[in-house]
Antibody, heavy 122, light 107 residues
Framework: QVQLFQSGAEVKKPGASVKVSCKASGNSFTAYYVHWVRQAPGQGLEWMGRINPNSGDTNYAQKFQGRVTMTRDTSVSTAYMELGRLTSDDTAVYFC???????????????WGQGTMVTVSS | DIQMTQSPSSLSASVGDRVTITCRASQSLSNYLNWYQQKPGKAPKILIYAAFSLQSGVPSRFSGSGSGTDFTLTISTLQPEDFATYYCQQSYSTPPTFGQGTRLEIK
C-alpha cells in the first residue's frame, strides 16, 4: 500500500517562504499526479495545484499563481510545494494527495499525506 | 470556479439512523463528484468517486447518487465511527473545488 510522508511542522515569519515535502513509498511515484490541498484552522479544504511527477508539468489555482511552486525529485520519489510571501492567512495544514487514476488526472484524491502544519506569525 | 454548496452544514443523529447529505453545484458536473470523510486531526479519506462508485475498502452502508448539479451521500445505518465531517468535491473542471463541509455529530 502506497503511503505519503510529509515533512514536519514549520513556523515562519510574514514575508518568508516555506517548502513542504511529500515522499511516496513504493515504486509508482511517476505514475500518479500529486495534488496539494490546504486547510486553515477550523475551515474547509482548498486545492492549491497539481504536479505530474513524470513530466514535471504543473497547474496552479489562480489564487496562488506567482506565489507557489511545485516540483519533484523522481530519484527520491518526493514532491515539493513551496509557498512564498507568506501572510497570517497562509496558516494552515498543507496536505499532499495522490490522484485516484494513474497517468491521467481524475482530480480525485485517493491517498493523502498526514499533513504539515505551517504557522505564519511574527 | 464552480461553487459547491452542502446542506446541512451540521447534523445531529444517532447510531443506527439513516443520514443524507446534499451537495449542489453552481453548474452541471455530469457525474464528476466525489465525497470525503474527515476526522479531527486526520487527512480526508475518499468514500465515493464519480458520484456513486464506492472506493475500495469503504463499507457498503455509504452510497452516493445524483448527476448534473444535485448529489447526495447516504449513510444507511450510522455507526459510531461515522461521526465526522463530510465534504463533496467536484472534479469536472479545474480548479477542483470542495463544499464547505457537513459536520455529523452524535445526538
Amino acid at each position: 500500500q502506497v503511503q505519503l510522508f510529509q515533512s514536519g511542522a514549520e513556523v515562519k515569519k510574514p514575508g518568508a517562504s516555506v517548502k513542504v515535502s511529500c515522499k511516496a513509498s513504493g515504486n509508482s511515484f511517476t505514475a500518479y499526479y500529486v495534488h496539494w490541498v490546504r486547510q486553515a484552522p477550523g475551515q474547509g479544504l482548498e486545492w492549491m495545484g497539481r504536479i505530474n511527477p513524470n513530466s514535471g508539468d504543473t497547474n496552479y489555482a489562480q489564487k496562488f499563481q506567482g506565489r507557489v511552486t511545485m516540483t519533484r525529485d523522481t530519484s527520491v520519489s518526493t514532491a515539493y510545494m513551496e509557498l512564498g510571501r507568506l501572510t497570517s492567512d497562509d496558516t494552515a495544514v498543507y496536505f499532499c494527495a495522490r490522484d485516484l487514476l494513474s497517468t491521467i488526472t481524475a482530480d480525485a484524491f485517493e491517498i493523502w499525506g498526514q499533513g504539515t502544519m505551517v504557522t505564519v506569525s511574527s | 470556479d464552480i461553487q459547491m454548496t452542502q446542506s446541512p452544514s451540521s447534523l445531529s443523529a444517532s447510531v443506527g439512523d439513516r443520514v443524507t447529505i446534499t451537495c449542489r453545484a453552481s453548474q452541471s458536473l455530469s457525474n464528476y463528484l466525489n465525497w470525503y470523510q474527515q476526522k479531527p486531526g486526520k487527512a480526508p479519506k475518499i468514500l465515493i468517486y464519480a458520484a456513486f462508485s464506492l472506493q475500495s475498502g469503504v463499507p457498503s452502508r455509504f452510497s452516493g447518487s445524483g448527476s448534473g448539479t444535485d448529489f447526495t451521500l447516504t449513510i444507511s445505518t450510522l455507526q459510531p465511527e461515522d461521526f465526522a465531517t463530510y465534504y463533496c468535491q467536484q472534479s469536472y473542471s479545474t480548479p477542483p473545488t470542495f463544499g464547505q463541509g457537513t459536520r455529523l455529530e452524535i445526538k
